[in-house]
């Protein structure tokens, strides 16, 4: 049986409030972790980041294999499966 569910959106809350954190990012192909420095409509923008070749145990400190990007990286809302703060 369907039920009917009442969504409520809560201000400050999912990619907004994480803004200026570090967050991970699990996206279609790679995992991509930043500085959250902004949001549009089809993109965010990570300041300081990397993409995760090798996590590692996900409690560890540091990234198995993490390399380094040399500029902002702008990522597409459409390729992100999920996000959250590990590190």
């Keep these: 049986m369907k039920k009917m569910v009442n969504v409520q959106e809560v201000e400050g809350e999912g ?4 803004m200026g954190e570090r967050v991970t990012f699990w996206c279609v192909n790679y995992i991509y972790t930043g500085k959250l ?4 409509d089809d ?3 990570l300041a300081d980041a990397s993409v995760v070749y090798e996590t590692g145990p996900l ?5 198995k294999d993490a390399q380094n990007l ?10 992100i499966e999920s996000f959250m703060i590990l590190k």
């Design 37 to 40: 420095v902004g949001i549009n």
């Design 15 to 18: 990619l907004v409030g994480l």
């Design 70 to 79: 040399p500029h902002d990286c702008y990522l597409m809302k459409t390729a």
């Design 43 to 45: 993109c965010v923008m």
């Design 59 to 63: 409690i560890d400190k540091q990234w």
